[in-house]
């Protein structure tokens, strides 16, 4: 089996970005101690249940998780490590933002076991940060790059692109200011108009605009020309990083390793009694405090994964990754072979035009693929 991902959730932020739909909520006074400990009564939950699997990641997300006190992510890390058996070089990551507050705290996040940062930078380019609406500014961003560097071994960081009013120059000169500061590890996120958020509002009335598909394609092509330069490899559609220095609890996702998600609103995928399951938990965090203080957990809904799901979800992820996917892992994994998932007549132009690679036993969309990997998984995934 897998060696194990553990995701956590806190779901509290200073303030709701226009753009996010993420199960973020603000709270005049963030009720730390009692979100801590069910937190913890959670953890020791899905451990029970679990049994001693081997650890490979831990992941503190949000939200805005660097908004815990740092002795609760201690705790979290303590009990993790004690629950189940750590790999030697389990990595720990924590999402942080750019504010002075948050900065405070990155030490003794540090001290407490972290030893990756993830900081969602966006941008640094200041008149973007306030359409964003974050709650740092451009200055505050270097600095904390420059602060995570000296803090921790790894570091990561977020930025938007396909903004409104964006660049191709001004987004070249953009990222090399990041990658100087700190190349390690980047995730880049095209900015979508999502349902239910403040820019779906302003998008309808036209008072927002994004740049269109042919401009976003060359900034993100741009994007990967940047990062080669300073030593950063696209190893997922959104994700580049120096050898080495891949995110392994992301990785456990898109090679659909078992994760187990708790807190508010979190996911899991964990294999119990030979079958592959699909959990979540109550994603509004008193309800779901309530839940966990009654019962244990916080629970909505676990369902047993049939093959073709696990196939389809198995290929969602996998061709996603550089790498692409393994045809005998997906075989035991999806518990169905690789080219049964598959419409053939698709796969097989997909691959005459150059967007799929099909050899040594591995599929993998190239380049060119994964640029348009959205359309071509609609059409290509039985």
């Known amino acids: 089996m897998d060696p194990l991902a553990l995701y956590i959730h806190w779901p509290f932020c200073l303030a709701k970005c226009p753009y996010c739909d993420f199960n973020s909520h603000i709270r005049e006074r963030i009720p730390q101690a009692r979100f801590a400990a069910a937190l913890r009564a959670e953890l020791a939950w899905e451990a029970a249940r679990l049994g001693r699997r081997p650890l490979a990641s831990i992941f503190f997300g949000g939200g805005t998780p660097s908004l815990m006190d740092p002795a609760t992510v201690a705790g979290l890390i303590a009990d993790a490590t004690r629950l189940f058996d750590p790999l030697p070089d389990i990595e720990i990551t924590l999402e942080a933002n750019p504010t002075s507050v948050e900065l405070g705290k990155l030490a003794a996040f540090r001290g407490a076991g972290v030893n990756r940062l993830s900081l969602g930078i966006q941008s640094l380019d200041g008149d973007a940060l306030r359409l964003l609406g974050r709650e740092h500014s451009a200055e505050q961003a270097v600095a904390a790059l420059q602060a995570a560097r000296g803090t921790f071994p790894r570091v990561s960081f977020d930025l938007i692109y396909a903004r409104p009013g964006q660049s191709l120059a001004a987004w070249r000169a953009e990222l090399d200011q990041a990658l100087s500061l700190c190349a390690d590890h980047l995730s880049l996120y095209q900015l979508t108009v999502e349902p239910g958020t403040a820019f779906e509002a302003l998008h309808r009335r036209g008072e927002?605009?994004?740049?269109?598909?042919?401009?976003?394609?060359?900034?993100?092509?741009?994007?990967?020309?940047?990062?080669?330069?300073?030593?950063?490899?696209?190893?997922?559609?959104?994700?580049?990083?120096?050898?080495?220095?891949?995110?392994?609890?992301?990785?456990?996702?898109?090679?659909?390793a078992d994760y187990a998600g708790i807190g508010p609103g979190a996911h899991g995928r964990v294999t119990l009694g030979g079958d592959l399951l699909a959990t979540r938990r109550h994603r509004a965090p008193e309800p779901w405090a309530d839940r966990v203080e009654r019962q244990g957990h916080g629970s909505t809904a676990e369902e047993r994964i049939a093959p073709p799901d696990r196939a389809r979800e198995m290929l969602l992820m996998g061709l996603r990754l550089t790498e692409g996917i393994d045809a005998a892992r997906f075989a035991v994994r999806a518990g169905m072979a690789l080219d049964d998932a598959l419409d053939a007549g698709v796969l097989d132009q997909a691959l005459e035009a150059g967007y799929l690679m099909n050899g040594n036993g591995r599929l993998a969309a190239t380049a060119e693929g994964r640029l348009r990997l959205d359309a071509l998984l609609a059409q290509l995934v039985n």
């Open 208 to 256: 927002l605009v994004l740049p269109d598909d042919e401009l976003a394609a060359a900034l993100y092509v741009a994007t990967a020309d940047a990062c080669a330069a300073h030593g950063l490899l696209p190893y997922e559609v959104s994700n580049l990083a120096r050898p080495g220095a891949e995110s392994r609890h992301n990785l456990a996702y898109w090679r659909y």
